[in-house]
């Protein structure tokens, strides 16, 4: 409707065809160049990191040291099946979300140089 005589028949005139399946393939390109980036730069990350937790979260025994995901530091008294008694002063036992756990501490760690034994 907007285009000039003049434009209409110079693609005519040119004799290519219109819509054929190299120029969709180099319109598709990008895109699927962008999903396998965003796969191997994010996705396949997160997921070997959900694994590595997973793993972590299974391994947890009594007597284990773990920090919680809001920064508290406890000792694990009991584990069952979804929940982990940590207990965090002495005599205060909570009970916590196994996912909610961030990181265990062995108990064969070594301490700080400035930190007391007790």
């Given at each position: 409707?907007?285009?000039t005589?003049?434009?209409?028949?110079?693609?005519a005139?040119?004799?290519?065809?219109?819509g054929?399946?190299?120029?969709?393939?180099?319109?598709?390109?990008?895109?699927?160049?962008?999903?396998?980036?965003?796969?191997?730069?994010?996705?396949?990350?997160q997921?070997?990191?959900?694994?590595?937790?997973?793993?972590?979260?299974m391994?947890i025994?009594?007597?284990?040291?773990?920090?919680?995901?809001?920064g508290?530091?406890?000792?694990?008294?009991?584990?069952?099946?979804t929940?982990?008694?940590?207990?965090?002063a002495?005599?205060?036992?909570v009970?916590?979300?196994?996912?909610?756990?961030?990181?265990?501490?062995?108990?064969?760690?070594?301490?700080?140089?400035?930190d007391t034994?007790?």
């Amino acid at each position: 409707m907007f285009a000039t005589p003049a434009m209409a028949q110079t693609a005519a005139a040119a004799g290519a065809p219109m819509g054929g399946p190299q120029d969709f393939l180099l319109q598709i390109a990008p895109i699927l160049l962008l999903l396998v980036l965003f796969y191997f730069l994010l996705i396949r990350p997160q997921q070997k990191r959900a694994k590595e937790h997973q793993a972590l979260i299974m391994g947890i025994k009594r007597g284990d040291t773990v920090v919680l995901s809001n920064g508290m530091i406890g000792k694990v008294a009991r584990v069952e099946d979804t929940e982990v008694g940590v207990e965090i002063a002495t005599g205060v036992t909570v009970k916590v979300v196994k996912s909610m756990i961030s990181d265990v501490r062995t108990r064969g760690e070594p301490a700080a140089a400035n930190d007391t034994k007790s």
